[in-house]
Antibody
Framework: QVQLVQSGAEVKKPGASVKVSCKASGYTFIDYYIHWVRQAPGQGLEWMGWINPKSGGTNYAQKFQGSVTMTRDTSITTAYMEVSRLKSDDTALYYC??????????WGQGTLVTVSS | EIVLTQSPGTVSLSPGERATLSCRASQSVSRNSLAWYQQKPGHSPSLLIYGASSRATDIPDRFSGSGSGTDFTLTISRLEPEDFAVYYCQQYGSSPRTFGQGTKVEIK
């Protein structure tokens, strides 16, 4: 069965970086884009971008260009999302999700990133 | 960027009642590339509907999606206790992918 398992919660200081991982299993990793979505506490869902695991190509929402980097390691079927220059309003749950005809069928369990001095 | 506006923000209904949720786009959604997700507290979102009207695998037929262009609807024909949750629409026809702000379906 398809599973996306994310890394554990993080606490970071403002200005630091955080890298979240998303380990995929149960399907051919390079066949489906991985998307990243975040959800601030008590708020809605915000799409951040996607990575094509086959080519490594990426597409970021304009808001996150320059501060977010998505990568992957096909040898261990894992996608990564790094946010740099963290601010307090980057405090959120970060989800990875697997593409399904453009929508997001399979989701990771979420990784809470807390930015606090 | 396509802005999705969901209404109402919150709806209070009883089990067995019908729920009608609206999602309006600021411009036409390409190829009806519109999805609906359900999210319960403490859980990841789950896909209900894609392509505006296709149910995802194992989604009960009390959930149905309709609409095209700029106006879309999610209907829950008879609310079950497990259906009380927040629902989001999302368009994936153009970049950036965008979500609506959500509709909370709460127990009356």
């Amino acid at each position: 069965q398809v599973q996306l398992v994310q890394s554990g919660a993080e606490v970071k200081k403002p200005g630091a970086s955080v890298k979240v991982s998303c380990k995929a299993s149960g399907y051919t990793f390079i066949d489906y884009y991985i998307h990243w979505v975040r959800q601030a506490p008590g708020q809605g869902l915000e799409w951040m971008g996607w990575i094509n695991p086959k080519s490594g190509g990426t597409n970021y929402a304009q808001k996150f260009q320059g501060s977010v980097t998505m990568t992957r390691d096909t040898s261990i079927t894992t996608a990564y999302m790094e946010v740099s220059r963290l601010k307090s309003d980057d405090t959120a749950l970060y989800y990875c999700a697997r593409d399904f005809l453009g929508s997001f069928y399979f989701w990771g369990q979420g990784t809470l990133v807390t930015v606090s001095s | 960027e396509i802005v999705l506006t969901q209404s109402p923000g919150t709806v209070s209904l009883s089990p067995g009642e019908r729920a009608t949720l609206s999602c309006r786009a600021s411009q036409s959604v390409s190829r009806n590339s519109l999805a609906w997700y359900q999210q319960k507290p403490g859980h990841s979102p789950s896909l209900l509907i894609y392509g505006a009207s296709s149910r995802a695998t194992d989604i009960p037929d009390r959930f149905s999606g309709s609409g095209s262009g700029t106006d879309f609807t999610l209907t829950i024909s008879r609310l079950e206790p497990e259906d009380f949750a927040v629902y989001y629409c999302q368009q994936y026809g153009s970049s950036p992918r965008t979500f609506g702000q959500g509709t909370k379906v709460e127990i009356k």
